[in-house]
């Protein structure tokens, strides 16, 4: 269970020097304006001490014991507003069963305290709010004193103001060292001396979120703007995509129209290439049959040749020898016609 502690704060805005203060105190205190951070619905406030009507109180407290409110001096202290309370889990479950029970032994228990600090003689006030974050009382104390005055000790003891009974040297680790001695039934501690911690009312804690939540806004409508702007971004270039991937698309088209027709080529040229390799094996084929043709061609006109000799030499022809060759060079004369050359001699 985490450890709660007893709460003692005087306003930091210093002593009350004036009516308007006071007047505004009263206001706030009676809730005459509604204020955000109020709970619904929650208890109005309630005057422990005082009939609600805080400058009045004040007055006939000062009247009672011979001061004339009118004549405080200008920049006089009138009185001061503490606040009493503890931390919030005292006021809750975390701060173990029935905290309603606990909270109204609490409510006496400060009283109590707060006469110990001031005496009942010096309150004027003291209102509990149940509508906040954290139950709390507001005390208004006097700082009244009971003294002869040098001047006229004839007098004899006279009361008067005196802010240094509530706020003198030590006043102040002295109220919070009787409220803790007070608290201590409660389990509640008391903060660490000279810590310079101030309390911070609900109010500034409400202000703090708002602050927050403000940030908060300003940066989803920051985030809102932003995010409309990469939709647009992102329209835009998913348009330029569009159009990229349509450009592909015709690219690919005619690539492969143009692979369409390079097949169409290849295969006629595979045609052409085999109707050449057709022809060429059948020029190849008339070659062979040519070649052999003249082969047999010379062949036989070496026969020619050699049958020429052969009857040059058996006969000694001259002339006939002559027109043997020439025949056999003029070409394509048979055995056949030479015969009868020789019969025609």
Known sequence: MQTS?????????????????????????????????????????????GTGNLQSDIRAKMLAH??????????????????????????????????????????????????????????VAAVLHLDEHTPHIHVFVLGLLLRTNKRRPADGETWTLDARVISGPGQFQRAHDLYAETMQPFGLSRGAERSERKRRPYSDELAKLKRRKDAMDQ???????????????????????????????RIVNEAEAEKRKARGLINRLEVERRRHASV??????????????AARAT???????????????????????????????????????IRSQRLAR
């Open 5 to 49: 502690y007893g709460v003692v704060s005087f306003d930091p805005r210093g002593p009350v020097k004036n009516w308007q203060r006071v007047d505004k105190i009263n206001q706030h205190n009676n809730r005459a304006e509604p204020l955000p951070h109020c709970k619904e619905g929650a208890p109005l406030p309630v005057h422990l001490i």
């Open 66 to 123: 011979g001061i004339d409110p009118d004549a405080i001096r200008k920049n006089g202290v009138i009185g001061f507003e503490v606040i009493l309370s503890a931390s919030h889990a005292f006021f809750t479950d975390e701060g173990g069963p029935e905290p309603m029970k606990r909270t109204g032994a609490w409510i006496g228990a400060a009283i109590q305290a707060a006469e110990r600090i001031w005496e009942a003689d010096r309150i």
């Open 219 to 249: 940066a989803i409508e920051a985030a809102q703007i932003a995010k409309a702007r990469f939709n647009d971004l992102h329209e835009a270039e998913k348009a330029r995509w569009q159009e990229v991937h349509r450009e592909q698309a």
């Open 280 to 293: 060429v094996v059948k020029f190849q084929a008339a070659s062979e049959r040519s070649q052999k043709t």
């Open 299 to 337: 062949a036989f006109r070496h026969a020619l040749r050699t049958l020429h000799r052969r009857s040059t030499r058996e006969r000694g022809g001259g002339a006939a020898a002559g027109r043997a060759r020439r025949a056999i060079c003029a070409g394509g004369r048979t055995r056949r016609s």
